[in-house]
């Protein structure tokens, strides 16, 4: 147990929907990641927060938004859902201290499907 | 621009047998590399890391990763796997100012009786 909590577990919606998912980092990290893992895929970066601002973006468009809250738990929101955005989404919880190779903590993930 | 490269997509291994898995990685600067492992309808769970130091790098539960800076890889080995070893495992690079994390595409151990 990684102590990263997210919800819902599993999601189903339809093309052009919008989703708000929710992860709990684990306490005092003031960092998060958020990553899209497509079936039979690693995860790919989205974003990545650092206490309330993003200073991270991989290859997504902007209809992928997150907000990270001063308890530093956090949403991840996908706009205009397409069929191709079926996946599981994580979320990683790290304790930012100033130099890279810090821990990520994983939770474990929501499974959204797109009809 | 960071990649990486994981060789293999299936691995299947008889229980007791040594295993290995491969990965490559692309970058034009320093890096971190990791290994996680991802169990069935689980988050993924960093194994091993390789910062700066010692190029051999161990896990508690018997993997061992070597970073080769020449031949830029950083295969993931267990001299004798177990049934429980069996789950999906990932190798990760990222630059050493931050930690925005760049994933290969996995490798599946598949242990048998």
């Known amino acids: 147990e990684t102590g990263v909590t997210q919800s819902p577990t599993h999601l189903i919606k339809t093309r052009g929907q919008q989703v708000t998912l929710r992860c709990s980092s684990q306490?005092?990290?003031?960092?998060v990641s958020w990553y899209q893992q497509a079936l039979g895929q690693g995860p790919q970066f989205i974003f990545q927060?650092?206490?309330?601002?993003?200073?991270g973006r991989g290859n997504f468009p902007p209809r992928f938004s997150g907000l990270q809250f001063p308890n530093y738990s956090s949403e991840l929101n996908v706009n205009a859902l397409e069929l191709d955005d079926s996946a599981l989404y994580l979320c990683a919880s790290i304790l930012y201290t100033g130099t890279g190779g810090n821990e990520q903590f994983f939770g474990p993930g929501t499974r959204l499907t797109v009809l | 621009a960071q990649s990486v490269t994981q060789l293999d997509s299936q691995v299947p291994v008889f229980e007791e047998a040594p295993v290995e898995l491969r990965c490559n990685y692309s970058s034009s600067v320093s890096v971190y590399l990791f290994w996680y492992v991802q169990y069935p309808n689980q988050g993924l769970q960093l194994l091993l890391k390789?910062?700066?130091?010692?190029?051999l790098v161990e896990s508690i539960n018997g993997f061992e990763a070597e970073f080769n800076k020449s031949q830029t890889s950083f295969h993931l080995r267990k001299p004798s796997v177990h049934i429980s070893d069996t789950a999906e495992y990932f190798c990760a690079v990222s630059n050493t100012g931050g930690f925005k994390t760049i994933f290969g595409a996995g490798t599946r151990l598949f242990v048998k009786a």
């Open positions: 306490s005092g990290h003031n960092t």
């Open positions: 927060y650092y206490r309330e601002e993003e200073n």
């Open positions: 390789y910062l700066s130091g010692s190029t």
